[in-house]
């Protein structure tokens, strides 16, 4: 699998997949798409109501997703646990590559958070513990009960297998009452699977300067 490091519109980098002609964040912001679509909307908005958030996130990347979680657990005192499945882990050299065009807080976080080892728990701050597990989603036994779904696997239209409506049944029966997924794909047929699973669905705007529009899916119940 080969990959190249490209520089994004807020001036943080992202990695481009030549194999399917993709690339691991939004060109119009790596780190503000990321912390938009996931942080924001997702763990921030359980974070109000829970004193304790379990997360999972599908595709685990290049962990910016997971160190921008981790910053903001420490910076609300928030106790999270943090899943993390990817199926074909990047290099060493590769993240090393990505997080030296981050800020140096998030560089920091970053590095520690790709050390962590595999199929083992890491305490990453005080707030934030980190289980990354390579594995397949598709085979897996999920971490129940999940308070926040990130959803970030490849578009659609570039890894269909990772979009079927028997892995949203799975989520479902995985998250606790009023528990939420994010994504950034906000397409019409995405939205329809996720009714049809039984998540209440919204479309909310993007990143500045991103998409257009985003998806939060809630299963309904108090928390």
């Known amino acids: 699998m080969k990959v190249a ?16 002609d993709e690339h691991y964040h939004s060109v119009n912001g790596a780190v ?15 974070a109000e109501s829970k004193s304790a958030v379990r997360v999972f996130e599908v595709g685990f990347g290049t962990g910016l997703n997971a160190a921008l979680t981790a910053d903001a657990a420490l910076e609300a005192a928030v106790p999270t646990e943090y899943y993390s499945v990817e199926l074909h882990p990047l290099s060493g050299p590769v993240t090393e590559l990505f997080s030296e065009g981050l800020p140096a807080q998030l560089r920091d976080i970053l ?9 083992e728990s890491t305490t990453i701050n005080p707030y934030f513990t980190l289980h990354k597990i390579e594995a397949d989603l598709l085979t897996m036994q999920l971490p129940a009960p999940l308070d926040v779904i990130y959803y970030d696997a490849f578009a659609p239209e570039k890894q269909p297998e990772m979009w079927d409506e028997s892995i949203f049944r799975r989520l479902h029966a995985a998250m606790s009452p009023g528990a939420i997924l994010t994504t950034y794909c906000a397409k019409g047929a995405i939205r329809r699977m996720l009714n049809a699973v039984g998540l209440l669905t919204e479309r909310l705007p993007g990143p500045p300067s991103g998409k257009r529009e985003i998806l939060r899916a809630t299963l309904p119940g108090e928390k």
Do not use: M
């Open 5 to 20: 490091i490209e520089k994004t519109a807020d001036g943080s980098p992202t990695l481009y997949r030549e194999d399917i």
């Open 32 to 46: 503000a798409e990321s912390r938009h679509v996931y942080v924001e909307t997702g763990w921030r908005k359980a």
């Open 111 to 119: 590095r520690a958070v790709n050390a962590a080892p595999w199929q």
